[in-house]
């Protein structure tokens, strides 16, 4: 079993940056794959950016890319997002997510383990 804790989320205004962490415990941590996921009002949790802890390799959605960057920390257990220039449509509930194996995925429902998630609005 994995257990995360997803933190960081408040408000901003746009243009900003902040930085989301997840800390995960449980089972052994350095062969999952990491992601963050988004889910703003009545829409569809969508990707945002995974990363494979023990290859180093990273994914990212169209939309992030450049802006995001998702990092770990292999000493704490602990995944990142930092997020720069953060626009309005960025705002939405931020979920952690962890899965086993070693292929990255952009795909929800491949995921086993969330967070609660951590809000994040972004201001205009």
């Known amino acids: 079993q994995v257990q995360l804790v997803d933190s960081g989320g408040r408000l901003v205004q746009a243009g900003d940056s902040l930085r989301l962490s997840c800390a995960a415990s449980?089972?052994?941590?350095?062969?999952?794959?990491m992601g963050w996921f988004r889910q703003a009002p009545g829409k569809e949790r969508e990707f945002v950016a995974a990363i494979s802890r023990s290859a180093g390799s990273t994914y990212y959605a169209d939309s992030v890319k450049g802006r995001f960057t998702i990092s770990t920390d292999n000493a704490k257990n602990t995944v990142y997002l930092q997020m720069n220039s953060l626009k309005p449509e960025d705002t939405a509930v931020y979920y952690c997510a962890a899965k086993t194996g070693l292929r990255l995925t952009s795909t929800t429902y491949e995921y086993d383990y969330w967070g609660q998630g951590t809000q994040v609005t972004v201001s205009s």
């Open positions: 449980g089972r052994t941590f350095s062969s999952f794959v």
